[in-house]
């Protein structure tokens, strides 16, 4: 059996293809799907044909099953079409299955069990307020939804860009699940995965009710100094924060989800042992632990967190509506931007020394600037991205199995001193 995808996807509405090796299988291209079908003769010579489903959802393997099924039927002296016409009985009409309950489903049945709790729920509130939006979408038959009513939904929403990409994204996966629930028939297209594609792009952020475009900010190395300068006027989370992300390089739901059982001391100095299940690598099968080398100032962040470790568990709690809870990078990233000029809390504040004066930046800047760093002391890529905690592409990802635990504890070393060199100085403590 042989089958060219490429080709396929070339033909046009009134066009076919066959199938090398499964006489009568044929892809069979119309205005608005390409179908497999099985085109044959009957005992008294007649041609006849009949539908097997839709590609791509179901793959040339699937479809050759499937003729293979109907050609036994025909080699033994039946008609397959006239089968499938008499198995069709008058039957009631079956309750419709809207846009909500296929939405619930999907909720149900994939997004909560598949997903990070938070991300899962943020997702869960995007779809719920879609629905509380367009009632008449909610209620409709998610088997009708038309290429036009997918493209007002996206476009209603093009002024939120990378929103309305995210929204596509989930509505596209929530009909695969229905398709592949076999929810909705075989036939029913998933326009989500075709219209506005690479039409949603993002203008950047907006910056004092202004787009600024998108921005990879990078902090120069005199504005890191005048930043660690600057780390007083900042709450004790705010800069033991500052220092991790600089001096780790790692993500803000790696430092903040940190215990006193991921820190241990090893014979060549301290580490801090990242879970799989706790980096964005844990839905990668063969990625693992994070292995990050604490030396200078993060190892003095996380040896004095550790010894004000409470019930909680985390070296990074805060306390809301009276309870104790983990600090989050939602929290951080909340604070970081109620500090910048263009931030409408500032106006609200008397004082002076609560402007940071190093603008126009989130906390991952700072992983950024940490990594620019390290390029500019000559850190070999490879060793850089092991420590970035970034997955090896490829083949390099097939046959490196290095661990670089020396080389992440060399060159952490040395953006260690290159920090330490910026002039910066930390509060005395109790």
């Known amino acids: 059996m042989f089958f060219d995808a490429r080709k396929a996807k070339l033909l046009k509405p009134g066009e076919h293809m066959l199938v090398e090796g499964c006489s009568g299988l044929r892809l069979v291209v119309s205005a608005s799907r390409k179908s497999w079908t099985y085109r044959y003769k009957t005992i008294d010579g007649k041609i006849k044909q009949v539908a097997i489903g839709q590609w791509p959802a179901m793959s040339v393997q699937s479809a050759a099953a499937a003729w293979q099924e109907l050609r036994t039927l025909r080699d033994g ?6 089968q499938r016409r008499a198995a069709k009985k008058p039957t009631p009409a079956p309750k419709t299955y809207t846009v909500r309950e296929l939405l619930q489903d999907y909720v149900d049945g994939h997004l909560m069990t598949s997903r990070k709790p938070e991300g899962a729920e943020a997702a869960r509130r995007a779809l719920q307020r879609l629905l509380d939006e367009s ?14 009513e997918a493209f007002d939904i996206l476009d209603a929403r093009k002024d939120r860009p990378t929103a309305a990409q995210k929204l596509r994204a989930l509505l596209g996966a929530a009909w695969d699940y229905a398709l592949d629930a076999g929810r909705l028939n075989g036939d029913v297209p998933n326009w989500w995965r075709a219209v506005m594609k690479g039409r949603l792009k993002s203008k950047g952020k907006i910056v004092g009710g202004q787009h600024v475009g998108q921005q990879r900010r990078v902090l120069r ?4 100094g005048e930043l660690l300068a600057w780390l007083p006027h900042m709450h004790d989370i705010g800069r033991d924060a500052v220092v991790m992300y600089l001096w780790t390089c790692t993500r803000g739901v790696e430092i903040f989800g940190m215990r006193p059982e991921h820190i241990r001391q090893e014979a060549d100095g301290w580490w801090w042992t990242v879970p799989k299940a706790q980096t964005k690598n844990a839905r990668f099968e063969k990625s693992e632990d994070l292995r990050v ?11 004095r967190r550790l010894g004000a ?6 070296l ?7 309870e104790v809870k983990q600090y989050t990078q939602h929290f951080f990233s909340t604070y970081i931007y109620s500090l910048q000029p263009y931030s409408e809390k500032v106006a609200r504040r008397d004082g002076e020394g609560l402007v940071i004066p190093v603008t126009n930046w989130t906390p991952h800047s700072l992983r950024r600037t940490g990594r620019t760093l390290l390029a500019s002391l000559g850190c070999p890529d490879e060793i850089a991205e092991a420590i970035m905690g970034h997955m090896p592409q490829h083949i390099v ?25 910026l002039h910066f100085d930390l509060p005395a403590r109790p």
Do not use: C
Request: glycine share 10%.
């Open 77 to 82: 002296g039946a008609d397959p079409a006239a």
């Open 135 to 148: 009632p008449d979408f909610a209620g409709m038959s998610a088997a009708l939804v038309t290429r036009s």
């Open 293 to 303: 080398p604490l030396i200078g100032r993060s190892l003095e962040v996380v040896q």
């Open 309 to 314: 470790v409470g019930e909680s568990g985390w």
């Open 316 to 322: 990074f709690e805060t306390v809301q509506k009276g």
């Open 221 to 224: 190395q005199d504005e890191v």
């Open 397 to 421: 990802g097939v046959y490196n199995l290095h661990s670089y635990d020396a080389e992440r504890r060399l060159w952490l070393g040395k953006l260690d001193e290159l920090l330490s060199s």
